[in-house]
């Protein structure tokens, strides 16, 4: 069964937005928080923004702060991930993940992933 799934991806030009989702089964939601990672090709996963789900306490990579946006829909067990003046350097594979060993954390140790969505920013 589908515990994670992201969706929103697309094709956008330089300074653009796009929003991200990412839907999670009910017991993979009351996990403590969610985050969003990506992976450009040849290079390493990174990640992107994590939520405590219990607080809503957010952290960003330092790359996207002040452009990207993490924020939870309780009633939905969705997280979005608001990206607005978009550059090339974004263009990655996005990947939801849920789980994460504590409150802040921003590492490859989450529990459960997503299959992904692609998100291409042209110049």
């Known amino acids: 069964q589908v515990q994670v799934q992201e969706s929103g991806g697309g094709s956008v030009q330089a300074g653009g937005s796009l929003k991200l989702s990412c839907a999670a089964s009910?017991?993979?939601?009351?996990?403590?928080?969610m985050g969003w990672f990506r992976q450009a090709p040849g290079k390493k996963r990174e990640g992107v923004a994590t939520?405590?789900?219990?607080?809503?306490?957010?952290y960003y990579a330092d790359s996207v702060k002040g452009r990207f946006t993490i924020s939870q829909d309780n009633a939905k067990k969705t997280v979005h991930l608001q990206m607005n003046s978009l550059k090339p350097d974004d263009t990655a594979m996005y990947y939801c993940?849920?789980?994460?060993?504590?409150?802040?954390?921003?590492?490859?140790?989450?529990?459960?992933w997503g299959q992904g969505t692609q998100v291409t920013v042209s110049s």
């Open positions: 993940a849920a789980d994460c060993p504590y409150s802040g954390y921003i590492g490859p140790d989450f529990g459960y």
């Open positions: 939520i405590y789900i219990g607080d809503g306490s957010t």
């Open positions: 009910e017991y993979i939601y009351s996990y403590n928080c």
